[in-house]
DNA sequence: AACATACTATACCAGTCGGTTCAATAATTG
DNA sequence: CAATTATTGAACCGACTGGTATAGTATGTT
């Protein structure tokens, strides 16, 4: 039953003595996409191979072929929406930009983030499974919010190394920042539906210039500082 | 097929006409707890109606007897633990004490409640099912966050009234608050589970202080105040 | 007692699912 | 060419599902 001549066979083919018709790799892609369309919005169980075959146009042996699971095909999926959705480049402030404007910047493009259609739906995907508590749940974590919590920390110190800001825990006031901007609205459209609970564009500017404003209450420099 | 002689005849047993065996309640309770058991951690498709009728020692066909559906029954197992999780009375400051500490003892009291297991599996169960994006989205919502705001929201509002805070919006200021507390946490829990990130208690009251202190820092007014 | 209903046990139904088998065909290498 | 592998369509398997049918027993009302 778990022979595994050559280990992960059906997952990258192997260069070595390739010989036969080739794997199509087209194929391949389409049956991720496929997935990735098809997963969210209705589950693992939610959603059967045969459907994600015949929506990529391909048999569903071989999706066997490509993938050796149902399970290994939806983290496979998974993990690209991961790594499409949480770009590495989210806080690049410019240089000599007042902290007000960096700070509203790096908010604009966080909100905007957590608050669309992909990204809420991939959250209910991954915290639906029951697969969340072991591999998929931490893969998640580590692939986006820890990222992006690390990420930011590293600005918050530059800034208060700078003078810019007055903060002791760079860390904690990272999650302060992100968690005032993920606010009520994430959890609003988790519940209520990503798109039924959509908010206009002002009131969402309105939203990010509040946390702004009320971060920088709380953490700017009370001792007016040099520069 | 669709036939209502009496309406609601499987949710609650009409008092007129009671000729016959009456239902046994503690049955449909028995029933109830199975439920309430058993869907947190597996999911409505993750849990068949025969496994939750061993589990309330109960044949499948009463199952079927007290609700119409898997549906309903676990429509039902829901809301009572919604109601059963969310208390009506989380803000109740008492008269006379300086706001520091009443916020304090309001942020242990919700910080526990969005970091308890019970919580969060009851939050990854509605936010998992499909359902959620209908009616059972929008009760747990209803029933949950949105009440703890508003209710949240009033104190704010008669603590500004008083003078001990300066808050021109207190529905956001509530939410600044309460997203704050929720924090990296709750995400956390829902990712790597609930009991494996679980935080110790010094670090959790670390956070709360914290927060509080955020909190404080933004929104407590900078022209001192009389008393 | 007669009657009506709840409940149990068991079997059943129709459908779906993940996964496999089979035979045939297509593409690639030597 | 032959050999090898990918791909396909279709049928198939075993298991499970939600829900129903049947038949008999228990428990209540009148």
New binding site residues.
């Given amino acids: 039953m778990s022979h595994h001549h050559c280990p992960a066979a059906t997952d990258i083919?192997t260069p070595l003595?390739?010989?036969?018709?080739?794997?199509?790799l087209e194929?391949?892609a389409a049956i991720l996409t496929a997935a990735k369309q098809l997963f969210p919005g209705h589950g693992f169980?939610g959603?059967?191979?045969?459907?994600i075959a015949q929506a990529a146009?391909?048999?569903?042996?071989?999706v066997?072929?490509?993938f050796q699971?149902?399970?290994a095909l939806f983290m496979h999926a998974i993990g690209e929406l991961c790594q499409e959705l949480l770009p590495d480049h989210l806080f690049v402030p410019e240089a000599g930009e007042p902290i007000e404007d960096a700070l509203r910047a790096l908010a604009d493009s966080f909100f905007a983030l957590v608050a669309s259609p992909a990204a809420i739906s991939l959250q209910r995907l991954v915290l639906a499974d029951v697969r969340a508590e072991g591999r998929l749940g931490r893969m998640f974590w580590r692939a986006g919010p820890a990222r992006i919590l690390a990420s930011f920390e590293g600005f918050l110190g530059r800034a208060a190394a700078a003078g810019d800001l007055e903060i002791i825990d760079p860390a904690q006031a990272a999650i302060h920042f992100l968690s005032l901007l993920k606010g009520a609205v994430n959890l609003r459209m988790l519940c209520c539906g990503a798109r039924a609970a959509e908010i206009p564009a002002d009131e969402a500017s309105a939203h990010v210039a509040g946390v702004v404003d009320v971060f920088l209450r709380a953490y700017q420099p009370r001792t007016p500082q040099a520069g």
Same sequence: chains 1, 2.
């Fill in positions: 083919q003595a390739a010989s036969g018709r080739p794997k199509d194929k391949r169980d959603i059967s191979v045969d459907a146009g391909v048999s569903k042996l071989t066997y072929s490509h699971d149902k399970e």
